[in-house]
């Protein structure tokens, strides 16, 4: 069947013309025109190569529209009123629900389009999202997902088993496992990749390989991973991202990249921080990425003083500049009472989104040169108490995965 | 097959009084599906690739005029006003306002219809600057009509029956919404 069948037409509408431009809408249009025909919806959804090929003009554009992931993972009334713990293995959860939010107010629900159960949303690349179910100190079940297509694909679980440890670490409370998602460009290859913490001289770096749907383990030093604080690394330059903490208190944090394409672990390195403070070793870093791509480090210290700064350049430790910075006092009314805050994104101008996890709230701050942050907007998770939630930026797109080979 | 003294006496004999002016500046001509026949600068023919390739890879004499049964008269003159355009602007510095201004008048009086045409006919004419301009024009004027006006402009038939179409709407209902459908 032809993309275009002329009816009283004076000229022959060549099929290459129509793909390139459809190539230049965006994302709402192309999900719209899935209706104009089967053909046009199989090319828009099903055609891995119209996806990348979508991908790569709006990258070139700039037209690429980011999207934040709004994951509600419920839970039934918890016993004794206590509030839902995210690891727990043995919390009766209910089925995830999503919902997609564009600019301040403009929230879809969306159709997951799979009957697995508590999955969790853990990181996006390209607009593809890794999904995992939590499970006795890992991720299992994996699958990948295009919230902007439906597109839907479950990962093999690896053929070798994975040890059930318990962790010694009590500064790891938080998480047991540290993971990250990201594209080889070269060969167009999307890796998910899991990391165990570090019990002896070598660590196993578990990478799936999308392209040749195989896992691997590769052996890692363990001094590239010990003391990490945060689960999700972040993507920046074909490479995931942790701070280090080799000795909490005492050394320099540092940070660590795995390199997708070579399979290996390098330092970058972190801004030089203020070293007139006491206590200097004691901030908290978080890595987050800047809308755009670029690298970016909040830090807070013992004090409630936090800094954003920003990796101009990729890897060259001169390139670091400070964004923003205030101080916990600082910050808007919404903050009152919320100790707990996590941005999702920081962008260029200022504009940072915030989860307030306490108030399962999101709020939108503006942070101006010598002035204090000002609440912009503000999204409530409308959910019954029991449950909580996350947010993670993606990028809209029409990006898929050829068949399995 | 001519060989080039040949062309240029031929040239000579057909020129008026700037005979020396056009003698320096050599014409291709081509003529379209409606019969109309195309004086065609040099370097501006060499911006169309079918052209270019018609003439230099059998080294064709320019005396031979060019059949394009694919291409309407008026779609020739609105290929050779961008092409001129480009070729001028190739010698400029900073010619990137005047440029903008230019397209912009360029597809001013020019129905999505029309434009869709045009677009093809850059695409078998291959010339790649103007069909990568013409499809993103096409896309802006189109991204937030509904799925009639599409099928409509393409020329596609419909081949959901009612059920799946319902269905397939349901899938993403937000994508169909806040659309602009004045005619164009």
């Known amino acids: ?405 | 097959m001519s060989t080039s003294t040949d062309n240029n006496a031929s040239i000579t004999q057909e020129s008026g009084p700037s005979a020396a002016v056009q003698d320096i500046q050599k014409k291709i001509v081509v003529r379209t599906a409606d019969g109309e026949v195309f004086n065609l600068k040099e370097e501006v023919a060499m911006e169309i690739d079918i052209i270019k390739t018609f003439f230099q890879e059998d080294s064709i004499s320019y005396e031979t005029v060019m059949p394009l049964p694919n291409v309407e008269g008026w779609e020739m003159v609105k290929v050779i006003e961008y092409c001129t355009k480009h070729v001028e602007l190739k010698h400029k510095v900073d010619g990137y306002k005047e440029r903008k201004a230019f397209q912009a008048l360029f597809v001013q009086n020019l129905s999505t219809k029309s434009l869709l045409a045009l677009t093809n006919t850059a695409n078998y004419l291959e010339v790649k600057y103007l069909l990568d301009f013409l499809c993103q024009a096409v896309s802006e004027q189109i991204k937030n009509k509904d799925v009639d006006y599409v099928r409509e402009l393409f020329g596609v038939e419909n081949d959901f029956n009612d059920e799946e179409y319902e269905q397939v709407k349901a899938e993403a209902p937000w994508a169909h919404e806040n659309l602009n459908n004045d005619l164009h």
């Open chain 1, 1 to 405: 069947m032809s993309m275009s069948k002329m009816k009283n037409e004076s000229f022959d509408l060549h099929e290459d013309v129509i793909v390139k431009i459809l190539c230049r809408l965006p994302v709402k249009s192309l999900i719209r025109f899935t209706c104009v025909s089967k053909r046009w919806r199989s090319i828009i959804i099903s055609d891995p190569q119209f996806g990348k090929s979508h991908l790569q003009v709006a990258s070139q554009q700039g037209t690429l529209c980011p999207k934040v992931l709004i994951s509600i993972y419920p839970t039934i009334k918890a016993i004794q009123g206590q509030i839902p713990y995210p690891f727990k293995d043995d919390t009766p959860w209910l089925p995830s629900r999503f919902q997609s939010l564009e600019g301040y107010s403009s929230v879809n629900n969306l159709t997951f389009p799979s009957e697995e159960k508590s999955q969790r949303v853990m990181a996006s690349c390209n607009g593809l999202v890794l999904l995992g179910e939590y499970y006795k100190s890992y991720f299992k079940n994996l699958s990948i997902w295009n919230p902007s297509t439906g597109f839907f694909r479950k990962i093999p679980s690896p053929s070798f088993g994975f040890e059930v440890t318990k962790s010694t670490e009590k500064k790891n409370y938080r998480s047991f496992l540290y993971y990250g998602f990201g594209q080889v460009t070269a060969t167009d290859d999307y890796k998910p990749v899991l990391i165990k913490p570090a019990l002896g001289d070598f660590v196993d770096v578990h990478v799936f390989s999308l392209r040749a749907n195989l896992w691997k383990v590769i052996k890692a030093p363990s001094s590239s991973c010990i003391g990490w604080i945060d689960g999700q690394g972040s993507l920046s330059n074909g490479a995931i991202h942790w701070v280090n903490y080799p000795i909490y208190g005492v050394s320099d944090p540092t940070m660590v990249a795995f390199d997708l394409a070579e399979e290996e672990f390098r330092q970058v390195p972190l801004p030089v921080f203020n070293q007139n403070e006491d206590g200097v070793h004691l901030r908290q870093i978080k890595i987050q990425v800047l809308l755009g791509g670029c690298l970016c480090v909040w830090s807070q210290d013992l004090y409630g003083h936090s800094e954003f700064w920003v990796m101009r350049e990729y890897g060259v430790p001169e390139s670091w500049v400070k964004l923003i910075q205030f101080s916990q006092d600082d910050l808007p009314n919404e903050f009152t009472s919320c100790s707990s805050w996590d941005p999702t994104f920081v962008s260029e101008g200022g504009t940072m989104l915030i989860k307030l996890l306490d108030k399962k709230e999101l709020v939108w701050i503006e942070c101006r040169q010598e002035e204090n942050p000002v609440c912009s907007a503000q999204y409530r998770i409308e959910e019954f108490p029991w449950a909580i939630f996350d947010g993670t930026l993606y990028d809209e797109t029409l990006v898929s995965l050829p068949e399995g080979l």
